[in-house]
């Protein structure tokens, strides 16, 4: 009955909005009108006259629901990394909010200082397949097509931290998703015409949105210090305040502090015994020869057997004038913990 | 448009086209108009900002769109009894309490059988009665007082956004 005169511009994408489109995406619901429909309005009077009920009269009036461009793109999260890691996957979720489907266009980068103390290197952008889940053989795509009204999807971005990323330095990641049109290929031009209630228009709220990830480092920070210290002349009767004479005994420590908030493997702690001096094996209780000390806590030794081969295998041995301290004798530093190894040589 | 099952069918006036008016014909003696605008706010010559009314071109989910009819007697004796209806369109939530129209009593209705004024038109849920929401309501109604006299014409309102 109506001479539906529509000049609907988008034809395919008028009737694609109904459909299921985002096949994969991980909600449904058409956010809005769908672009494209009717919405009529039709009033009736009805009266008499001179008492006599007339037969009731009506009137319509009608417009065509234009179509808004709109989009959310979420992110907030935080992943700890660790310095020279590779492929670190951030995740965001883009969700079209318009009332028809649409395409998206993604670009990644590092946000500027201040927020950034750091760039990740190699960012690169993979659309979640729909599982969910990133895989690089599976999330190939690049850019979101034909993403329906109300539905989501997953974007994952892989990145490289830098080696020389410091403990607790942060590296914000923007993703930023920009509507196209699928007939131009082009971002959604605005209707800048004068209102036609008879034709489909377009209305941008949003062109582009964009959202940020951190990846925050949380690695060990090792500080060693070493030291020493008289332990006695050997003079006999043995002096109150010993100095350093030929014969006396000198004890070094060497503590490894992690400041950092991960604990630290260590492989080995070697140190040449200083020259004019020799090793004096055997000092510590139970003959032994290194002392190892967690935190300033209780005492455990090994034997640092000499000509280079551990022969009883607790990590400490001496390959010349070098003494090796590693594993078991010697693991891991904890975060906010110290290691202190001592050793003792007699003054040539 | 379910309303167009209704059994005033036998004479109905439609009107066509996509402009924002619609005549009816004129063997009646109420010629009914109806519209579709939206309130913009615009800058006049003294720089100062105003809302005016403009026909709703660009109508997207979220936007409020003013309707109002008007009802012009076109013959030489008065109308009594004019009442006015108007269905709240599919799509659309009524914003509450928007319906003016001088000289008329409104009331509202969530069935289209039962009718109240503002704030006492109820829904029965969960074997209570609670007030209806602003999108339950699906009819308007303006029940005119007095007599629409010869060349008279009455203004009902009321605003609805689309979904």
Request: hydrophobic letters at 40%; one cysteine or more; proline letters at 5%.
């Amino acid at each position: 009955m109506f001479p539906v005169l529509k000049q609907i511009r988008r034809v395919g994408l008028a009737v694609v909005a109904l459909g299921a489109i985002g096949v994969t995406g991980t909600a449904y619901a058409q956010v809005g009108t769908p672009s494209g429909d009717t919405i009529s309005n039709t009033a009736t009077v009805s009266y008499s006259v001179n008492s006599v009920s007339q037969t009731p009269v009506t009137a319509t009036t009608q417009f065509v629901v234009d179509t808004v461009i709109n989009l959310n793109v979420t992110g907030g999260f935080t992943y700890n990394v660790t310095p020279g890691a590779l492929a670190q996957v951030a995740t965001y979720t883009v969700t079209n909010t318009s009332n028809l489907a649409s395409n998206f266009t993604l670009g990644v980068t590092d946000e500027a200082a201040p927020a950034n103390d750091f760039n990740m290197s190699n960012l690169v952008v993979h659309v979640d397949n729909g599982d969910g889940v990133y895989n690089a053989a599976d999330d190939t795509a690049t850019a979101i097509t034909g993403l329906g009204s109300g539905v989501s999807r997953v974007v994952f971005v892989t990145g490289d931290v830098p080696v020389a990323a410091l403990n607790n330095q942060d590296a914000p990641v923007r993703l930023t998703a920009t509507a196209i049109d699928p007939g131009t290929g082009v971002a959604w031009a605005p209707d800048a015409g004068a209102d036609n209630p008879a034709t489909v228009q377009i209305v941008v709220a949003n062109a582009a949105r964009n959202a940020d990830d951190t990846f925050h480092v949380q690695t060990a920070t090792l500080g060693v210090t070493k030291s020493s210290s008289v332990i006695t002349d050997n003079l006999v009767p043995p002096s109150p305040n010993p100095k350093a004479i030929p014969g006396a005994t000198v004890e070094y420590v060497i503590t490894i502090t992690n400041s950092g908030s991960q604990a630290a493997t260590l492989q080995s702690i070697s140190d040449p015994v200083p020259a004019a001096t020799t090793f004096l094996a055997g000092n510590y209780p139970g003959s032994m020869d290194v002392s190892i000390s967690v935190n300033g806590g209780g005492a455990t030794y090994c034997v640092a057997e000499a000509g280079g081969t551990d022969t009883n295998a607790d990590g400490c041995v001496r390959t010349g004038a070098t003494l090796t301290v590693g594993a078991p004798a010697i693991t891991t530093v904890a975060a906010g913990s110290n290691v202190a190894v001592r050793f003792r040589v007699t003054i040539n | 448009m379910n309303k167009r099952t209704q059994f005033y069918a036998f004479v109905t006036l439609i009107a066509c086209g996509f402009t924002s008016q619609a005549f009816a014909q004129a063997k009646s003696c109420i010629e009914l108009k109806t519209t579709a605008e939206v309130e913009k706010e615009v800058v006049n010559a003294k720089g100062e900002k105003t809302k005016v009314l403009a026909p709703a071109g660009k109508v997207v989910p979220g936007t409020e769109v003013v309707w109002t009819v008007t009802a012009n007697n076109v013959c030489k004796q008065p109308s009594d009894k004019v009442v006015i209806n108007n269905p709240v369109p599919e799509h659309m939530t009524l914003v509450a309490n928007s319906a003016i129209g001088a000289g008329s009593q409104i009331t509202y209705s969530v069935d289209g059988k039962s009718f109240a004024p503002a704030g006492q038109l109820t829904v029965k849920e969960n074997g209570a009665e609670r007030p209806a929401r602003a999108d339950e309501i699906r009819h308007v109604r303006w029940e005119f007082k007095n007599p629409l006299a010869p060349g008279a014409m009455a203004i009902a309102r009321f605003r609805a956004v689309l979904n």
